[in-house]
């Protein structure tokens, strides 16, 4: 599956998120490297769309994730494309810090765990959902 839009927003928040919790420099001199080249490749991938080299069928990979609705509410995402990727980098911000948790989970209080695994998946849930508004809004700019 080729990357999307999204995919690659996503990438690099991820990559700018290790970035600010790293104080290795080895790690931070490769990170800097996968940075670049994930800006890189979006702006191809913004040129190539514009150009029309990417299908229509292929500026948008839909999660389709397939999960119980009820309980499980996830914000709604809108906004044009400079928004959504906020709102991107937001959740994945929130998912780093939740995430953590998860690596202590021993040491997270009993009557926080449901509370703590919850939280996970509705941020997973949400970033989805920003990866596709992404693939989806700038679907709609290219193929005005």
Same mark, same amino acid.
């Given at each position: %599956?080729?990357?999307?839009?999204? %995919?690659?927003?996503?990438?690099?928040?991820?990559?700018?998120?290790?970035?600010?919790?790293?104080?290795? *420099?080895?790690?931070?001199?490769?990170?800097? !490297? *996968?940075?670049?080249?994930?800006?890189?490749? !979006?702006?191809?991938?913004?040129?190539?769309?514009?150009?029309? /080299? !990417? #299908? #229509? $069928?292929?500026?948008?990979?839909?999660?389709?994730?397939?999960?119980? *609705?009820?309980?499980?509410?996830?914000?709604?995402?809108?906004? $044009?494309?400079? &928004? !959504?990727?906020?709102?991107?980098?937001?959740?994945?911000?929130?998912?780093?810090?939740?995430?953590? /948790? +998860?690596?202590?989970?021993?040491? +997270? #209080?009993?009557? &926080?765990?449901?509370? +703590?695994?919850? /939280?996970?998946?509705?941020? $997973?849930?949400?970033?989805?959902?920003?990866?596709?508004?992404? $693939?989806? +809004?700038?679907?709609? %700019?290219?193929?005005?």
């Amino acid at each position: %599956m080729a990357e999307t839009l999204g %995919m690659l927003c996503d990438k690099l928040t991820i990559v700018k998120l290790k970035q600010y919790h790293s104080d290795d *420099q080895a790690r931070l001199n490769s990170l800097s !490297i *996968q940075a670049k080249d994930l800006q890189e490749e !979006i702006d191809l991938y913004i040129s190539d769309a514009i150009a029309g /080299k !990417i #299908p #229509p $069928n292929k500026l948008s990979f839909a999660s389709n994730k397939v999960f119980k *609705q009820e309980g499980n509410e996830v914000k709604e995402i809108k906004g $044009n494309l400079g &928004e !959504i990727f906020y709102q991107l980098a937001d959740v994945n911000c929130t998912l780093w810090h939740e995430q953590e /948790k +998860v690596y202590e989970f021993e040491a +997270v #209080p009993l009557d &926080e765990k449901d509370s +703590v695994v919850k /939280k996970l998946a509705i941020l $997973n849930l949400e970033r989805n959902k920003c990866i596709d508004a992404i $693939n989806s +809004v700038f679907a709609s %700019m290219i193929l005005r």
